[in-house]
């Protein structure tokens, strides 16, 4: 009798004793916290688990923002489903001040999983700042502050510099774009940060050797690059005002220095008072720098310059020359592409048809989704209808159904350029024989063949 009473006090005292101690982990500074507070810091955990991974974000909401106040270090998971209960009570709520309320709750859920979880091996800082920004772009649409996005991707550029994500980096510039449209004094910085994340962007293009990966990435930096030609902020007047003829003399061993300036005048179009595009930014510091850097390391962005400046001299042989510099050293097809347009410009100043062809096979062997190529191409063809069947009206005009299907073909290849190509499909359609025409043709009816020598064959509608 005596044992059993001393067990029961000791029982008591224990229970006690476990009542003092309990603490949660917020109070505490650790991750679950001690004693009964840290049981139900693991009960919740589990319990939200349960409910987030059968979809019942419902349930999930009140045991998951007990564990997130009382024990927030504990477990990743508190972040991981915690960000889906919360955008699916966003996407419930239709209080316009409860769901901004919300959107704030959500980016502090990512602030505190840096702080906890930032230096996760999986998945640490950069890519859950990347997520928070793609939470907070899709969710705000039109009304996002990318001054916000802006330094939330600049603090991690600057630590993980060419480390960083991709996509982030594609953020980062996006957003120093928007800042630098609504306040004209962020122009210059908008310039730098075009050279930083370009920079970063081929260091890891250069990184890559996975076909599919590269080829995406390129994608990606040719997007960034007509952006930034695209934006009107590189205005040709602003950058003659930062680079200078002296500035050049100065920094001409500078190679990183030079191979910037050279890039960003290539990526950069000079404007009317409307802003239209009216050409490439007329100035000679491209051109100097590009001559200092090929001296100092030929590089295909140096060689592309200097073919520029040959080429507007009408020096097409000397243009040529740099432009197979160019092209050898290309070290990713964006660059071999930009070099072979210019091959294919030259062909068209010079007249040259065989250049022309070799330039255009070329850059559909690396893109053949080039709709640009795709219609210069039916173009050339149409033209050339009266000569592949010299005397005969009736079958050229029936070339122009080849012209009509590669124009189509080109349409649905590339997007961009289906506004062009629809119209010329239908001047070509006004150019189309008549049916009396073909009638009096017995080779040329519906659902026959006709060949066209050079070119394929097309079947008659």
Request: aromatic fraction near 8%.
């Amino acid at each position: 009798m005596k044992l059993n009473k001393s067990i029961l006090s000791m029982s008591v005292a224990l229970l006690s004793s476990v009542g003092v101690m309990a603490q949660t982990g917020a109070a505490s500074g650790t991750p679950f916290g001690s004693g009964a507070d840290s049981v139900r810091c693991l009960q919740n955990i589990s319990i939200f688990s349960s409910y987030a991974k059968a979809q019942n974000f419902d349930d999930a909401f009140e045991p998951w923002q007990l564990a997130y106040k009382e024990c927030p270090g504990s477990s990743k998971n508190i972040y991981i489903h915690g960000a889906n209960i919360l955008k699916h009570k966003i996407s419930k709520e239709t209080n316009p001040a409860k769901r901004a309320a919300l959107i704030n709750d959500l980016l502090a859920l990512y602030d505190n999983r840096i702080k906890f979880f930032g230096e996760d091996a999986k998945k640490g800082k950069d890519a859950i700042t990347l997520d928070k920004v793609n939470d907070y772009l899709a969710l705000t649409g039109d009304k996002a502050d990318y001054g916000k996005v802006y330094d939330w991707t600049k603090h991690i550029v600057e630590e993980y510099k060419e480390n960083s994500p991709a996509n982030l980096l594609y953020w980062f510039l996006s957003s120093s774009r928007e800042v630098a449209r609504k306040d004209a004094s962020k122009k210059e910085a908008y310039l730098n940060d075009y050279l930083t994340a370009s920079d970063y962007l081929d260091t890891q293009l250069n990184a890559l050797t996975d076909s599919t990966a590269r080829a995406n990435l390129e994608i990606n930096i040719a997007q960034l690059d007509e952006s930034f030609a695209r934006s009107g902020l590189a205005s040709c007047d602003l950058l003659k005002k930062i680079y200078t003829m002296d500035k050049i003399e100065e920094r001409k061993t500078d190679k990183n220095f030079l191979a910037s300036t050279i890039k960003i005048f290539q990526n950069s179009v000079d404007r009317d008072d409307e802003g239209n595009p009216v050409g490439e930014c007329d100035s000679p510091v491209p051109d100097k720098a590009a001559e200092y850097l090929f001296r100092l390391e030929p590089s295909a962005n140096a060689a592309k310059s200097l073919a520029g400046k040959y080429v507007r001299e009408k020096n097409y042989n000397e243009a040529i020359k740099y432009i197979e510099e160019a092209i050898k050293l290309s070290s990713n097809n964006n660059d071999k592409v930009k070099a072979y347009e210019l091959l294919w410009g030259i062909a068209g100043k010079t007249g040259n048809g065989a250049l022309a062809a070799r330039a255009q096979n070329a850059i559909l062997a690396i893109n053949p989704n080039n709709g640009r190529i795709l219609i210069q191409q039916a173009v050339r063809i149409g033209n050339s209808a009266n000569s592949i069947f010299p005397g005969d009206p009736v079958k050229a005009r029936c070339v122009f159904f080849l012209v009509i299907q590669r124009l189509q073909a080109a349409a649905a290849k590339d997007p961009s350029v289906a506004a062009q190509a629809n119209r010329l499909i239908g001047q070509y359609r006004a150019r189309l024989p008549k049916a009396a025409d073909i009638f009096m043709h017995p080779e040329l009816g519906s659902g026959k063949a006709l060949a066209i020598p050079g070119y394929g064959s097309v079947v008659l509608p």
